[in-house]
């Protein structure tokens, strides 16, 4: 508990007055606070609170913890820090919106793999960001009305990605499956999507039936693309730590071959498709 009162200690020292309302102290110092100042303003004694910044063998509750971190007006970083030096789970970061689009920086991460396809998903799956390696394996992607740039709806409703994976009825479920598991409590606010494609598709409503429900995994994906061939790329999914609602996901070839492939591939005039939806 040493460290967690030294943290505590510092922090209480660092704090304007005015920002509190409170008024300066002694010699018309306008910074830090009294204990028993933060003790009253988060509810304990004033003696609790010393044994907790004198780093004593006591058990304070997540929230107590809680409310002493409002007081001390810790960052949500600085919140987590606190109540895990205490043992606990850090809270989940506040909930941002959602850019329409990915943010500069995470564009031009996904610009700089270049030789790997790579775009970011929305927690709807809604595609908000890709690079030329990924529109060069799936043109569709920048033409495709914005309203319709969700990875599950095309995975189930655009006849090309069904050309695209030779395994279709096994990726397209676990797919499906992976949604579920990543929505978990927020999959009521994607009703909007779901009832769409339930109109739209009896292989989606067939595996929304089943309720499968699978944790994403790194895994090998092949392709069959109209014009490279088949590609076996690796499948990976990172969040950016700014971002938590963005998802990014990385495709990486698996052979030397590959990698010549996906070359060839960006230096090719674009693939013209003539896009139409079917019930699939």
Known sequence: MRALGEFLRNRRTRLVRAELDLPPVGRGRTTGLRREEVAFLSGVSVTWYTWLEQGRDINPSREVLDAIARTLRLSGAEHAYVVSLAG???????????????????????????????????????????????????PNVATVPAQ???????????????????????????????????????LGEFGYLIDRLLAASDHFRAGWESLGVERFASRERLFRHP?????????????????????????????????????????????????????A
């Open 227 to 279: 014009v490279a061939g088949e590609l076996l790329l690796e499948h990976h999914q990172l969040t950016p730590q700014d971002h938590p609602g963005l998802h990014l996901v990385v495709y990486t070839p698996v052979r030397e071959a590959d990698t010549a492939t996906l070359r060839r591939l960006l230096a090719a005039p674009p693939v013209s498709i003539e896009r139409t939806e079917e019930n």
């Open 148 to 186: 319709d740039r969700n990875l599950l709806w095309l995975v189930f409703t655009d006849p090309y990605v069904r050309q695209l994976l030779p395994d279709w009825e096994v990726t397209s479920r676990r797919f499906l499956a992976e949604f579920r598991a990543e929505a978990g409590p927020r």
């Open 88 to 138: 606990y789970t850090a809270p989940p970061p506040p909930a941002a919106p959602v850019p329409e689009a990915a943010p500069r920086h995470v564009q031009r991460l996904l610009d700089a793999l270049a030789q790997s396809p790579a775009y970011a998903v929305a927690p709807d799956w809604q595609i908000t960001g890709w690079n030329a390696a990924y529109a060069a394996l799936y």
